[in-house]
């Protein structure tokens, strides 16, 4: 898997207002009522419509296996992962994101229990579903629209 990388100029920066949240003030974040109890059922699903860098559902991964710490296997990972889903309007922003999930999920359950995550496939083919490039504002409208009657 290659890195991607992504160039931030000043005109980015005003424009999507693309600045990410330092790692201590997500942990402490998510702690806070409200949060807190979906982050401690591995199947609650969280949607960050401005995901960044994937700064929120990498903390949320975490959490979600530290709070199932004693059922924790890679299923459970899986589980936790198809919980999550994001977008943000810059494609190499979510590919990051993808990738940042995929490395904490290695890093979060050889932590926790020792051993390897091998799943990387399949975590990516969830990732590939659930983070996606698009204006949140227009697809959150979409989603918020009554459905058209075909007949
Ligand atoms: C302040 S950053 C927050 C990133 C991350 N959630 C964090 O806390 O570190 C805002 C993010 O929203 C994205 N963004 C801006 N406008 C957007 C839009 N209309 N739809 C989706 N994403 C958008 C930017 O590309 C940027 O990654």
Redesign the pocket.
Known sequence: MMPVTDKLSTERVKK??????PPGV?FSMILQDGIRSCVADVDKTIL??????G??PCGELVWKMFFGLDRLNEEFVLRAIKSLHA????PA?VEIAKQHMIKTACDAYKFFTGKEFTRTDDARKILDENFIC?????IMRDWAAPQQKLF
């Open positions: 999507f207002a693309e600045v990410f949240t997500v960050d419509p401005a995901v960044g860098h700064q929120y977008i943000d309007i810059q922003s698009g204006d949140s504002l227009k």
